[in-house]
């Protein structure tokens, strides 16, 4: 005997461990593994039992063969032993040892043992034990078969009824392993977390467990017998039925698989996803799907999140990215440097104009603290005081500072610092943007002492103006008068007060120039051509302890200036030279054109081309203090009688009467260089207006 499934697959085989756990820990299954858990349930261990001792009480052994080879050793050992029993027994009691010989067999080996053994018997008895030769030798054969047939049938009736017996017993046990399997599924189906729905082959509801009943919120009674597209939305519930009808008819599509997401809908209307995975099977001939739904809300609402989540990260990493873009692309664009540093005042950062200003790369700097940066750690710590003191939040302050490049170099700058934080208001740090202001200040100061100068200029050059006028007069008068005088005495102290008279107007003359008062005779001339003329004499006056070199531009754009006062500046510059180097040294007079975006800070000039005279000496060189004073009228430190003090003045004056200007730059110990600029004649250049100011 045998179990077969609905489906006509045997399963009698033995359990594997792992159907047996399976089917021992339902608590345990997955939407999937339930499913594939269904045709394992059913044959559980109970079952299995019961089906082998239906097996056991299969008695099959009575086959022809091993029936015959029973009878033929029953028989012929019976036979032996009577024979045996011949010398003792004769002829009497022939069939003696042949009615054990048929029980034994018909015991053993069945009815048709017995049946040939009764056969054997008979035959051997009617040859060798008792010749059938009189009528009593039949009738005593005919006694013998008549008694095995009783034996036989009798044994063969006990052996029948103890099979029964254990056929009823088997299935007992079977009919119980059964119910026990069923209770057991249902259990399982019962309690599992997972809804459970099968449907017949026309989509019909047949049972709904109590977790698909919550589900979909039907009480199991009312939607068993619905069609299953109750519980699906549109458009799949107008669907259903052609797809299942196609399915059955065809058998493509796909109707059972397993995790499938799909909609559900409840009674209330409402729809959820859910993950669904169907399995078919067929009972008598039915076909039958089962479904396991599980409801996924929460998994999707958890995914969505997630995706949320994922793209929020997304675009604040853009963000952040755009962000960090931004900030390095004003940080290296600013024009000043700046530096980023922590609470320790250690450095963090620092962008190119940084790296540019003070020499340092950021591999340098990074890490050590910001001290370096200054000129001594008392305006280190004058500046920090008011990076982290700041509770009130202000805009932030430039504050003038004196810094050190790496080189040593101290430079005047100006500092803006502030605090900044992250987003909770935590202190980071400082970031700080630091200006080079050397060039701004030395313009400004320019600016000043070309101011001052004028003031000054105006002053004495109105006084200058009316001395002139008066010097004028006097000297009229005293020539007047001269012709008048016959007295050699007279006429000599006359010629004395016209003599002062004269030196008085040379004096006013220079005052004039430097007043930018002087009546220029502006000319178009060559600067090489001036300095050329001058070097001999230059090189006489200078005498052989100076060495007089001349470096001039050979494409130098003419001038339209005074020629004598050209002259004139060339002169003083190189006894003021000369002065300057009383142990001898070189003077280099240089020309050079120049445009504007080349010009020193200081010339404080308009824009425009102009030709640079450049008079250079290795003298002793000025302080700062006669530096800022030498372009002033009478500032000499030469003493009295030596220096009038208005070589410098009057170089000034003209230059910027002309439309150019002067500068000097000197320094204690390294010489003295002193240019002069004249505004390119306009054709050349665009400084233009010079004639004008030259006529004012
Ligand atoms: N080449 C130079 N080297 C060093 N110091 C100079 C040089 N040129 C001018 N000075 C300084 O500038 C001052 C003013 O010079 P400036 O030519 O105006 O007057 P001076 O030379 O003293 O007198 P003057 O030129 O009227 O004879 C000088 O007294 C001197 O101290
Ligand atoms: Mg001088």
């Given at each position: 005997m045998c179990c077969v499934e609905p489906n006509g697959e045997r399963w009698n085989q033995p359990l594997t461990d792992d159907d047996r756990n399976l089917a021992e820990v339902p608590g345990r299954l997955t939407n999937q593994s339930a499913l594939a858990a269904w045709p394992l349930l059913q044959r559980s261990r109970w079952v299995w039992e019961g089906n082998r001792l239906m097996a056991a009480a299969a008695w099959k052994s009575q086959s022809l063969q091993s029936a015959l080879i029973a009878a033929c050793l029953a028989v012929t050992a019976a036979v032996f032993i009577r024979l045996e029993l011949l010398g003792a027994l004769g002829?009497?009691?022939?069939?003696?040892?042949?009615?054990?010989?048929?029980?034994?067999?018909?015991?053993?080996?069945?009815?048709?043992?017995?049946?040939?053994?009764?056969?054997?018997?008979?035959?051997?008895?009617?040859?060798?034990?008792?010749?059938?030769?009189?009528?009593?030798?039949?009738?005593?054969?005919?006694?013998?078969?008549?008694?095995?047939?009783?034996?036989?049938?009798?044994?063969?009736?006990?052996?029948?009824?103890?099979?029964?017996?254990?056929?009823?017993?088997?299935?007992?046990?079977?009919?119980?392993?059964?119910?026990?399997?069923?209770?057991?599924?249902?259990?399982?189906?019962?309690?599992?977390?997972?809804?459970?729905?099968?449907?017949?082959?026309?989509?019909?509801?047949?049972?709904?467990?109590?977790?698909?009943?919550?589900?979909?919120?039907?009480?199991?009674?009312?939607?068993?017998?619905?069609?299953?597209?109750?519980?699906?939305?549109?458009?799949?519930?107008?669907?259903?039925?052609?797809?299942?009808?196609?399915?059955?008819?065809?058998?493509?599509?796909?109707?059972?698989?397993?995790?499938?997401?799909?909609?559900?809908?409840?009674?209330?209307?409402?729809?959820?996803?859910?993950?669904?995975?169907?399995?078919?099977?067929?009972?008598?001939?039915?076909?039958?799907?089962?479904?396991?739904?599980?409801?996924?809300?929460?998994?999707?609402?958890?995914?969505?999140?997630?995706?949320?989540?994922?793209?929020?990260?997304?675009?604040?990493?853009?963000?952040?990215?755009?962000?960090?873009?931004?900030?390095?692309?004003?940080?290296?664009?600013?024009?000043?440097?700046?530096?980023?540093?922590?609470?320790?005042?250690?450095?963090?950062?620092?962008?190119?104009?940084?790296?540019?200003?003070?020499?340092?790369?950021?591999?340098?700097?990074?890490?050590?603290?910001?001290?370096?940066?200054?000129?001594?750690?008392?305006?280190?710590?004058?500046?920090?005081?008011?990076?982290?003191?700041?509770?009130?939040?202000?805009?932030?302050?430039?504050?003038?500072a004196q810094f050190r490049r790496k080189d040593g170099e101290i430079f005047p700058g100006e500092i803006v610092v502030s605090g900044y934080s992250d987003q909770s208001g935590a202190q980071l740090g400082y970031v700080g943007i630091i200006r080079d202001v050397a060039l701004e200040r030395k313009r400004e100061e320019a600016q000043r002492q070309s101011q001052k100068l004028e003031v000054i200029g105006q002053l004495t050059g109105g006084v200058a103006h009316d001395f002139n006028n008066l010097l004028i007069v006097i000297i009229g008068n005293l020539e007047f008068l001269e012709m008048r005088l016959e007295e050699d005495e007279e006429r000599a102290l006359l010629r004395k007060a016209l003599d002062a008279a004269d030196m008085g107007q040379r004096l006013t003359d220079r005052l004039l120039t430097f007043a930018r008062r002087q009546t220029l005779a502006p000319e178009r001339t060559s600067l090489n051509q001036i300095v050329l003329s001058l070097t001999d004499m230059l090189r006489r006056t200078l005498g052989p302890s100076i060495e007089l070199t001349t470096v001039l531009s050979p494409s130098l754009w003419p001038v339209v200036a005074d020629r004598g006062q050209i002259e004139s500046a060339i002169l003083n510059l190189a006894l003021n030279a000369r002065d300057a180097m009383p142990q001898g040294g070189k003077l280099v007079m240089r020309t050079s054109n120049m445009e504007i975006d080349t010009a020193p800070v200081d010339a404080d000039l308009q824009s425009g081309r102009y030709v640079r005279l450049t008079v250079e000496d290795t003298g002793e060189g000025m302080p700062p203090d006669v530096r800022a004073h030498a372009f002033e009228p009478f500032f000499t430190t030469k003493g009295t009688g030596r220096g009038t003090g208005l070589g410098l003045a009057t170089i000034y004056g003209f230059a910027k009467q002309s439309g150019g200007s002067a500068t000097i730059d000197s320094d204690v110990g390294k010489g003295t260089t002193v240019d002069i600029f004249l505004p390119a004649e306009p054709s050349f250049g665009t400084a233009g207006s010079a004639q004008e100011r030259m006529q004012q």
């Open positions: 002829t009497r009691l022939a069939y003696i040892t042949l009615y054990p010989a048929v029980t034994v067999a018909a015991v053993i080996g069945g009815y048709r043992a017995g049946a040939l053994a009764t056969t054997f018997a008979a035959l051997a008895a009617s040859v060798w034990l008792s010749p059938l030769r009189e009528a009593a030798d039949w009738v005593g054969l005919a006694v013998f078969v008549v008694a095995c047939v009783l034996i036989v049938g009798v044994t063969d009736a006990m052996h029948r009824a103890q099979t029964r017996a254990l056929e009823a017993e088997a299935e007992a046990k079977l009919a119980g392993a059964i119910r026990e399997s069923e209770a057991r599924l249902k259990a399982v189906v019962d309690t599992a977390a997972d809804g459970i729905v099968s449907i017949d082959g026309t989509g019909i509801i047949q049972s709904v467990n109590p977790a698909a009943a919550r589900l979909f919120g039907y009480r199991p009674a009312e939607a068993v017998g619905q069609n299953i597209s109750l519980l699906m939305p549109e458009p799949h519930r107008s669907r259903h039925d052609q797809y299942l009808r196609d399915y059955l008819w065809s058998g493509k599509g796909k109707m059972v698989r397993f995790g499938r997401e799909v909609q559900g809908l409840r009674k209330d209307g409402g729809v959820f996803p859910m993950d669904l995975a169907v399995s078919e099977t067929t009972i008598e001939g039915e076909r039958l799907f089962i479904g396991l739904v599980r409801d996924i809300s929460e998994r999707k609402r958890a995914e969505e999140r997630q995706q949320q989540l994922t793209e929020e990260l997304k675009t604040s990493e853009s963000d952040a990215r755009r962000q960090q873009a931004l900030f390095e692309g004003v940080f290296n664009s600013a024009p000043d440097a700046i530096v980023l540093a922590d609470m320790e005042r250690r450095i963090t950062m620092v962008n190119a104009p940084f790296t540019r200003l003070f020499g340092y790369d950021v591999e340098e700097v990074a890490g050590s603290d910001d001290s370096k940066l200054y000129v001594d750690r008392a305006e280190w710590r004058r500046i920090g005081d008011h990076i982290f003191a700041d509770t009130v939040e202000a805009p932030p302050v430039p504050q003038s």
